[in-house]
């Protein structure tokens, strides 16, 4: 057994919408004693295949690795490729890096299968469950996100840590942790110094314990003899409790304190001490979501063990962990616990009577060993207005709010109650899962706050995939969105644009621009251009999409990459774009392509065609049914649902050049098609149209004209037969003295692509001029030519070919010899560069 590749899908893909990691293994088909030694070293690897599959055994082995592991994670497949020996391997993983280690260990177990050999699957479980403690989102961040997921707000992990972005474009929000970007810096630090927050909660009347800051040791007792009794000890701008001693009084205690305290931070403060028990409450967006009474770390003595084998007792239940992961966090034993212990006359080997109680820590934080128990219910008005007034005075979203009093359901003036402390990105994971209560709702408050009103944070997205086509509808529905008055991003095969501004170049119709696009804080609606190499790599960067068009399939292209070996398999991955549409969407499909109109079935949306031609049994029986639809007529491109019926005239519609140019008339039903399931009027859509050029500006590589000294030039970027046969088409119904054609070809393509665009071409062009790529994908010197020249050889037309080296000389050469009257089609490899060549020869 061998892993040939492995891949991280990433987003819904062509096997399902989950997370998956794609493994293309070598292996055999398995035995059942393959299986029985399998289970015999993981008896809890679940169901195997009875004939003991090698392929599903990986599959299996994966996914319960990550299951028993603590991973929510359910899906896997299987799939032969055209090699017996290869399959497809497809396990769904919650983190990605554990999803890949568990597949490199269930590899390790099947061959330990295989070879007979011991195999330690509690070490792989115990590796994998470490590594997902480490690397996914804490429970704070974790509840938000949950929550979003059951509202339907999309979201982007934008590192390994807590920072995560909800929602798209312009309508996006970030957390980090559980502080968000409405969180200003000014309210982050005015939290973290204590002494400045107190200040302004006294302003505002918010019961405050008073004290100050003191220099060292010696003014820190000076200051507790000011203050008289019991006194805090705490660093002025410290976190989760770290360095705060409570019910400090010996001169001895304060200064051991002051020392602790000054660890964490270079002031410290020294206050009086409240008495009664420690509160957090929660608030979000100026209301009172939790609360919880917080209990010291502590152990209780049964006459028999030391505190310290006590500790160790207590640290051993499953809810305690190292971090934040865990619902409580394990009991130190530090300087500030032996401190603790010290005035209650104990140490660390001390062994307590039976059913004593020994306090490890007086502050009751759950970061350092703490309890919680839910109170949410018995706070009194006065109390949830004190807190509220607490966390708007500091200025944040989300605010942990720390008082100490007697209890809650009576006001803090009435009993000597304080606010003692305000929290940015408080930990939630006390009212998520308390110790003792009812774990609180506060992640769907997060999200109502961050998204009011039931929105979903998404902005209008539209996907367009397909052979060719891809490009020109994409820059045409973003034209009709932007006559509407939005800031489109769009992603195409020649760059990433925002509005004007072009923010990326070459290639860019994958996952990782669409994803840029959306992260873009000033987009308001986004069309991205999807492309099979994309989807195959990494799945899309969006879980659903308003609208999905699919231009064409015809004769397929980028055949045998990527396991891709015919059109239906190219079908597949190019449903997926229809598959990820939203209930609420529609797919614009073209009926004429009979793949394409296939993938109507199962579609989640609604289905608007377009077709050339207007008589096609799909299109009648479509609008019979009051259902949209479009096709051109002789005037113009009708829209079409039921009885009602739009027409946009062909000289409002200059991309179609009076409609002589069919491929051109299929992208401009694309594209009104898309407008017209976005909404968008058609007095918008008709003014994009007519603004819509077939120039280098618009559409650059699109089929661009030009005229040089009397002849016809078109600079277009087709590289596929599908390409070739629309172009001839075309070209064909345009009056030429004679035709010359430009060409090269990408070595990615298998032999007889290559030969078929040529062959294709030489039916028309009397003359052509072949040139190599920049870049020849594996090919050696002269093999693409070669190819080409072989189909030029079998064709009825071409009588000339002629072979040059370099794209612009080959531009030249073809430029010296036009006439007036003649036409001649070059197909540019570097689309900008070449663009920028003909300009300059024209202007010479």
């Known amino acids: 057994m061998e892993i040939l590749r492995i891949r991280t899908l990433r987003g819904p893909n062509v096997w399902s919408p989950h997370r998956s990691i794609e493994a293309l293994v070598s292996c055999k088909a398995g035995s059942p004693e393959f299986a029985k030694r399998l289970r015999t070293l993981f008896p809890k690897i679940g169901p195997l295949d009875p004939e003991g599959s090698e392929a599903h055994a990986l599959a299996v082995a994966a996914l319960a690795l990550q299951a028993q592991a603590g991973c929510r994670v359910a899906y896997l497949r299987t799939a032969k490729t055209r090699l017996p020996w290869e399959h497809f391997v497809v396990v769904e993983y919650s983190e990605e890096k554990v999803g890949r280690l568990a597949m490199e260990r269930a590899v390790e177990l099947c061959r330990a299968a295989l070879d007979d050999v011991p195999f330690d699957p509690d ?438 990459l990527s396991q891709i070996e015919n059109v239906e398999d190219l079908a597949r991955v190019k449903q997926t774009v229809v598959k990820a549409l939203s209930p609420q969407g529609t797919a614009v499909l073209n009926a004429g392509d009979p793949l394409v109109a296939a993938m109507a079935e199962g579609c989640r949306g609604s289905v608007l065609y377009f077709c050339s031609d207007p008589h096609h049994p799909l299109l009648v029986s479509s609008r019979a049914m009051g259902r949209k639809v479009l096709f051109p007529g002789r005037d113009g491109i009708h829209a079409a649902c039921g009885s009602e019926e739009h027409f946009f005239p062909w000289e409002g519609i200059p991309l179609a050049r009076g409609g002589t140019i069919p491929f051109q008339v299929e992208n401009a039903m694309a594209a009104i098609g898309a407008a017209w399931a976005l909404g968008i009027e058609w007095k918008r859509i008709a003014a994009g149209l007519a603004g819509f050029e077939s120039d280098a500006g618009t559409t650059p590589g699109r089929f661009n004209f030009f005229d040089y000294r009397g002849a016809t030039l078109i600079a277009d970027y087709g590289h596929n037969a599908d390409a070739m046969i629309a172009l001839v088409k075309a070209v064909k119904s345009m009056p030429a003295k004679r035709r010359i054609v430009v060409i090269s070809g990408a070595g990615d393509r298998r032999d007889e692509d290559i030969r078929m665009q040529t062959g294709i071409l030489g039916e028309l062009f009397d003359e052509a001029i072949l040139y190599e790529d920049q870049c020849q994908r594996g090919r050696a010197d002269g093999e693409v030519l070669s190819l080409l020249r072989s189909g030029f050889s079998s064709a009825s037309r071409t009588s000339k070919v002629s072979e040059i080296r370099g794209e612009f000389a080959a531009i030249d050469l073809a430029l010296s010899r036009l006439s007036s009257g003649d036409l001649c089609l070059i197909l540019v490899d570097q689309v900008e560069e070449a663009l920028a060549h003909i300009a300059s020869a024209m202007a010479a």
Not at 123 to 143: F, H, K, Q
Not at 230 to 252: C, L, W
Not at 310 to 319: A, C, I, M
Not at 368 to 383: I, K, N, R, Y
């Open 123 to 560: 070490a792989a479980i115990a590796e994998l469950s470490e590594l997902d403690e480490d690397i996914r989102l804490g429970p704070s961040t974790g509840s938000i996100v949950n929550a979003a997921i059951d509202r339907g707000v999309p979201y982007f992990r934008l590192t390994e840590g807590s920072l995560v972005q909800f929602g798209w474009g312009f309508r996006q929000r970030r957390i980090q942790a559980a502080e968000t970007d409405g969180d200003g810096a000014i309210a982050e630090n005015i939290a973290q110094d204590k002494d400045l927050t107190k200040e302004l909660l006294d302003a505002a009347g918010v019961p405050v314990p008073h004290g100050r800051v003191v220099q060292d040791a010696e003014d820190a007792w000076l200051a507790a003899c000011e203050i008289g009794g019991p006194v805090v000890v705490k660093p002025r701008d410290g976190n989760q409790g770290k360095g705060i001693a409570v019910n400090v009084s010996a001169r001895e205690d304060v200064v051991s304190s002051f020392h602790a305290a000054s660890k964490v931070s270079r002031e410290v403060i020294v206050e009086r001490f409240v008495p009664g028990s420690d509160y957090r409450l929660l608030v979000i967006g100026s209301k009172l979501v939790a609360a919880a009474r917080r209990d010291p770390p502590h152990v209780i003595g049964d006459g028999k063990r030391t505190v310290r084998e006590l500790v160790h007792e207590v640290n051993l239940d499953p809810r305690r962990g190292s971090g934040h992961a865990t619902s409580l966090t394990r009991i130190p034993l530090d300087e500030i616990a032996l401190a603790t212990l010290a005035r209650q006359g104990l140490e660390a080997g001390s062994v307590p009577e039976k059913g004593r109680r020994v306090a490890l820590r007086n502050n009751a934080n759950l970061s350092t060993g703490g309890s919680a128990t839910d109170v949410t219910g018995e706070v009194h008005p006065e109390v949830a207005a004190r807190a509220i007034d607490a966390a708007r005075m500091v200025g944040l979203d989300i605010c942990g709010v720390d008082m100490v009093c007697r209890e809650v359901q009576i006001p803090l003036e009435e009993q000597g109650g304080a606010v003692v402390e305000v929290n940015a990105a408080p930990g939630l994971r006390m009212h998520l899962s308390p110790s003792y209560g009812k774990g609180r709702p506060v992640g769907e408050a997060a999200i109502s706050t961050l998204f009011p009103d039931g929105s979903d944070g998404r902005i209008p997205l539209v996907a367009v995939t397909g052979t060719n086509g891809k490009t020109t509808t994409v820059r045409l529905i973003s034209r009709f969105l932007e006559e509407s008055g939005f800031k489109v991003g769009m992603t195409t095969t020649d760059g990433v644009y925002v509005g004007d501004r072009k923010i990326d170049s070459g290639d860019c119709s994958g996952p990782k621009s669409a994803k840029s696009v959306l992260m873009e804080p000033d987009v308001e609606a986004a069309v991205c251009g999807t492309a099979r190499g994309g989807i195959r790599r990494e799945g899309l960067a969006f879980d659903l999409c308003d609208v999905a068009v699919v231009t064409n399939l015809g004769m397929g292209d980028h055949l045998g």
